[in-house]
């Protein structure tokens, strides 16, 4: 998720650690022999929420204008819109909140799953078809009236590897096509009503009327989430594989495995540590 922000500003210490950093990640991909992942990064705080992962896209080996370059949702803030947008690995890490510390998590997909997910993914036509017209950060995964970046990626999964039919609506398959399969959004408790109706009043990104009544009378949201799709992938896709990345700092801390790295970056006894000297 990202909502009409700016990138950090970034001193030339800061920007020598993120491309250095970036160049890891995209050595990572390349030695990966895979030719599709999913990637997502550490953007908008959701701590509160225990939640570390907001933005999630696809990274493709081939077919965008660089090799591992990220296609991605993100919510154009002058027009009012969500687009589609590839991005180099740098800029996508622009999106990290913190310059200081930040996260990304890849998850690699066995040959059939990945060059399913690559065709669908650099096929215009079935990326523009599973890109909804209205945005919403707090989408409900299982309504056609909006949609989120995470949405977005866990849809055009859903399209590469659940056979839709061509020409119906594809949103609507791919979706009773994750339910199907069990796939299970992740639940946000928000805890305090008015902060449902300020929310959905005066952020033109967010909305409540997707959300299944049960839902909000029990104050909370289910929303897809870069956590709620690795979850899924590795319920479903044998062969599926992860890494996890984060730089504090010039410390990079490398995990393989789906454990998340603790929080402040502290690397664990079977962690990859590399110094930005």
Not at 82 to 103: H, K, Q, V, W
Not at 117 to 145: E, H, I, T, W
Not at 195 to 209: E, R, S
Request: with cysteine.
């Amino acid at each position: 998720m990202r909502f009409c922000d700016r990138p950090t500003t970034l001193d030339a210490e800061q920007k020598d650690e993120l491309l250095r950093f970036g160049a890891i990640v995209k050595d990572a991909l390349a030695n990966s022999g895979r030719g599709a992942a999913l990637i997502a990064r550490s953007g908008l705080d959701l701590s509160r929420f225990r939640v570390r992962y907001s933005h999630a896209g696809l990274s493709l080996q081939s077919g965008l204008d660089t090799p591992w370059a990220v296609r991605q949702l993100y919510y154009a803030c002058d027009e009012r819109r969500p687009r589609i947008y590839d991005e180099g690995m740098t800029a996508f890490l622009l999106g990290l909140n913190d310059p200081a510390i930040g996260y990304v998590s890849v998850v690699f997909l066995p040959a059939d799953a990945g060059a399913a997910l690559a065709r669908v993914a650099g096929d215009k036509r079935q990326v523009l078809q599973a890109l909804a017209p209205v945005y919403s950060a707090n989408a409900y995964p299982f309504s056609l009236r909006y949609q989120n970046c995470n949405q977005w990626v866990a849809e055009m999964l859903a399209t590469a590897w659940g056979d839709p039919v061509d020409g119906e609506d594809l949103r609507a398959q791919a979706q009773h096509w994750l339910q199907a399969q069990g796939y299970e959004p992740t639940v946000f408790d928000v805890g305090y009503r008015p902060h449902l109706w300020i929310a959905a009043g005066f952020v033109p990104w967010l909305h409540q009327d997707d959300h299944p009544r049960e839902d909000l009378d029990r104050m909370r949201l289910r929303v897809s989430t870069p956590a709620s799709i690795e979850a899924f992938v590795q319920a479903t896709v044998p062969g599926a594989q992860r890494m996890e990345f984060c730089h504090a700092g010039r410390r990079v801390v490398i995990r393989h495995g789906w454990d998340l790295i603790p929080e402040g970056c502290q690397p664990g006894e079977h962690d990859q540590v590399v110094m930005l000297d």
